[in-house]
Nanobody, 127 residues
Framework: QVQLVESGGGLVQAGGSLRLSCAAS????????MGWFRQAPGKEREFVGA????????SYADSVKGRFTISRANAKNTMYLQMNSLKPEDTATYYC????????????????????WGQGTQVTVSS
């Protein structure tokens, strides 16, 4: 099964930008959508955004729409989350995930439909 590794987290001031990467390795046996989720201390893990296998469909949580952009490399093994205009409330551990065996133009929002998860990367936004 594919393994996912996030990178690019760090400390940034409010209003700043950060780009996260999610690299897939190992073997996959089907197409898969990829998504970003985040979890702040004491809170539930929540959906941030997702991108379809084709790269043609994206979906975003309302809280990040217009500020965050998801993209996927042509090789489909790397996903990026460009985060602009960061706010302190964006502080969380960010996880990438793969939703295996879905349609080419599907990008789900539900946490429990994702099959493979990375270890997370910390994003801290200071006031």
């Amino acid at each position: 099964q594919v393994q996912l590794v996030e990178s690019g987290g760090g400390l940034v001031q409010a209003g700043g930008s950060l780009r996260l990467s999610c690299a897939a390795s190992g073997r996959t046996f089907s197409n898969y959508a990829m998504g970003w989720f985040r979890q702040a201390p004491g809170k539930e893990r929540e959906f941030v955004g997702a991108i379809s296998w084709s790269g043609g469909i994206t979906s975003y949580a309302d809280s990040v729409k217009g500020r965050f952009t998801i993209s996927r490399a042509n090789a489909k093994n790397t996903m990026y989350l460009q985060m602009n205009s960061l706010k302190p409330e964006d502080t969380a551990t960010y996880y990438c995930a793969a939703d295996l065996g879905v349609g080419w133009n599907y990008a789900g929002r539900r946490l429990n439909e994702y099959d493979v998860w990375g270890q997370g990367t910390q994003v801290t936004v200071s006031s």
